[in-house]
């Protein structure tokens, strides 16, 4: 039978996490970096207690494989396997949890007791075994026990034994500076300084729920302001199966363009269904004061996306979304109408370490800077958990107020408006840090001057 390729956690996190600038780079594609599995496999995989894929398919030649693809039955399989070594001899046919205590049982009656409590043991291949690792053993097991149950392992009472909620964080500064050229005279600069420090809890409700949240202080550190901690999105999200479900305010990020149309958040619910291909309907109400049209109403709206990606090379996606407030008709180059419709289409394509990628928009209510693109070539990536990668990424953007409400371009976050060139490097000095610089060369639209920005930032992942 054909295996049906998903990313390992894909059921875990549809199309719900919050996507970011290095999304791409990420070892599961559809895991976002904020989950606590995606942190609990690497230290894993790192540790030496999952060891990946066994040595009977040559092509695999018992690699972890990060970037591959697998399915959630191939991601059971390696916890039963990590389970079995733990337990010293054969797999277990179920493990009971009392406190801190795993007690393995096979048909011969007990076999062995774990105390997380006590001090480390340590596996044949060397690698230590202690609370941390069960706990993070313990957190997968929750997540696939309907493969493992499928493998024939019995895991009892995981949810009361489980984390309720997982805290990560980053801490993380950036800096833009702009110049653009007035009428042939001197530059007008304008500079900007931020430092935002970002948690991220995850509640566990039930095997089916988890609730999710941002908090999110930010400081001017060119002004020297000072910022209340701030709730910039909580949902609770539902997945059975190949269906999620999210309610509540919530990440807005258009996948089949890529972020070209949208990077923000919404208040409102979103479903989804799928693996290679995918739907998405969403509705409710998104505030315009976070565009770049200079409104401050909020819209009711309502969207489609259809996407495909084979998991491998090649990936597209085509989306529509409408939008209706009487603010619109304030914006300029807008017109008389109180309707926004957003078409977007967006396609890519990997080979080797590089993958090019386009997407276009359109609105087709409004008269002016109604129209966007993008046309990018990126190589690699930097990967957080891993020190000294890098990438690149060389782009050439029309980025219009109309039609580009929230794009996702860091360099554009100075002046709307514009087209030209993009350049950028990331790369990741010591582990759980990124670092990006990038500079944009290009043109204002309409007034045809001359603007450039540089764009720097350093994010601390904890």
Known sequence: ??????????????????????????????????????????????????????NSDPSLNGKFLGGRNITRYEMAQMIAKTLARIEGESGPLAIHLVGHQWTFVDNSGVRRVVDGTVLPFQLSNGAKVDQKVLDDILNLCIEFRTEMDALGMRIEDLEAHSDKVVWTGEARYRYWNNKTNVDGGDDDKTTRNQVQ?????????????????????????????????????????????KFGINVGKMPFYTLADEGLFMDDFFSGVELTYGDKFKGILHGGRWQLGNSRMGLSDSSSFGGVELLYNDGKRFNFGAGYHHFKSDDFSNAAGYGDT??????????????????????????TKADDFSKAYNFALNYAGANRNKKGSWGAELAYRYVADNVSFAPTYDSHGMLSNKKGVDFGLTWTPIKNTFTKVSYFHGKTLGTNETTKTFYGRVSFFF
């Open 338 to 363: 109180d309707k926004a419709s957003i078409v977007t289409v967006g396609a890519g394509y990997k080979f080797g370490d590089f993958k090019i990628s386009a997407a276009y928009a359109k609105n």
């Open 197 to 241: 420090f970002r948690i991220f809890p995850t509640a566990t409700i039930n095997a089916n729920w988890k609730a999710k949240a941002r908090l999110t202080a930010s400081v001017d550190m060119s002004e020297d302001s000072t910022s209340n901690v701030k709730l910039t999105y909580i949902y609770a999200e539902g997945t059975y199966g």
């Open 1 to 54: 039978m054909k295996k049906i390729i998903v990313s390992a956690l894909a059921s875990a996190v549809i199309l719900g996490s919050t996507p970011t600038s290095f999304a791409a780079q990420n070892p599961f594609s559809d895991v976002n970096e904020h989950h606590w599995a995606y942190q609990s496999v690497t230290e894993l995989a790192e540790a030496g207690i999952i060891t990946g894929y066994d």
